[in-house]
């Protein structure tokens, strides 16, 4: 079995550089959760928490699931220190674990650039979400500068779009909304926001 590159960082994965990061797209995300306050989002891919729970006020209950024994086992610890009511926490691997698990909201923050396959991915996270259901996706514009064996080195608008109609979801609106200095494999990068629904 493939070691998990993410149990190895969990521990350091809070740097002030993810921190501000973080911020900013929960900011963002936060504005498509204007009315949800009786509704169930999923945070696929949560890492530490740093996103998910600083919007999980935003929903009536929160699901945190990572990849990553570790980096749920932080998260855990941030929900008991700050006695959070309404997050539970999964580990699982959408690409090859069969949860039985649905929700109104699916955000996927800064992880489909770390799974090769993104149509297997989609169709995973179309499954999860309920009819008329919201999936938020924030990711990087293509950067022709980022070179990983292991991860895309970001999206093209209208490539996704694409992608995300013919999983079936009937319509997604696509705006980028910050430019950060070196926040992409050390290269300035633009993040964008994807909101589709099923």
Same mark, same amino acid.
């Given at each position: 079995?493939?070691?998990?590159?993410?149990? &190895? /960082?969990?521990?350091?994965?809070?740097?002030?550089?993810?921190?501000?990061?973080?911020?900013?797209?929960?900011? %963002?995300?936060?504005?498509?959760?204007?009315?949800?306050?009786?509704?169930?989002?999923?945070?696929?891919?949560?890492? #530490?928490?740093?996103?998910?729970?600083? /919007?999980?006020?935003?929903?009536?209950?929160?699901?945190?699931?990572?990849?990553?024994?570790?980096?749920?086992?932080? /998260?855990?610890? %941030?929900?008991?220190?700050? *006695?959070?009511?309404?997050?539970? &926490?999964?580990?699982?691997?959408? #690409?090859?674990?069969?949860?039985?698990?649905?929700?109104? /909201?699916?955000?996927?923050?800064?992880?489909?650039?770390?799974?090769?396959?993104?149509?297997?991915?989609?169709?995973?996270?179309?499954?999860?979400?309920?009819?008329?259901? %919201?999936?938020?996706?924030?990711?990087?514009? %293509?950067?022709?500068?980022?070179?990983?064996?292991?991860?895309? *080195?970001?999206?093209?608008?209208?490539?996704?779009?694409?992608?995300?109609?013919?999983?079936?979801?009937?319509? &997604?609106?696509?705006?980028?909304?910050?430019?950060?200095?070196?926040?992409?494999?050390?290269?300035?990068? &633009?993040?964008?926001?994807?909101?589709?629904?099923?």
């Amino acid at each position: 079995m493939e070691e998990n590159v993410f149990e &190895t /960082i969990a521990k350091k994965y809070d740097s002030t550089e993810r921190i501000e990061l973080a911020n900013i797209i929960a900011h %963002k995300v936060r504005e498509e959760l204007v009315e949800s306050k009786d509704k169930t989002l999923i945070d696929y891919g949560s890492g #530490t928490g740093l996103i998910g729970l600083q /919007i999980a006020d935003s929903v009536k209950n929160a699901i945190l699931i990572d990849s990553s024994e570790n980096m749920v086992e932080i /998260i855990n610890n %941030k929900v008991e220190a700050n *006695n959070i009511q309404n997050v539970e &926490t999964f580990v699982a691997d959408f #690409t090859k674990d069969t949860m039985d698990i649905k929700a109104d /909201i699916v955000l996927v923050s800064l992880v489909l650039l770390h799974i090769p396959d993104t149509k297997i991915i989609l169709e995973k996270l179309y499954k999860t979400l309920h009819t008329d259901g %919201k999936l938020i996706i924030i990711d990087f514009d %293509k950067n022709p500068n980022v070179y990983h064996p292991k991860v895309h *080195n970001g999206f093209v608008a209208d490539e996704l779009k694409a992608l995300l109609t013919s999983t079936g979801f009937k319509s &997604t609106n696509i705006q980028q909304f910050h430019h950060g200095e070196k926040v992409f494999m050390k290269q300035d990068a &633009t993040l964008f926001i994807a909101v589709s629904k099923k």
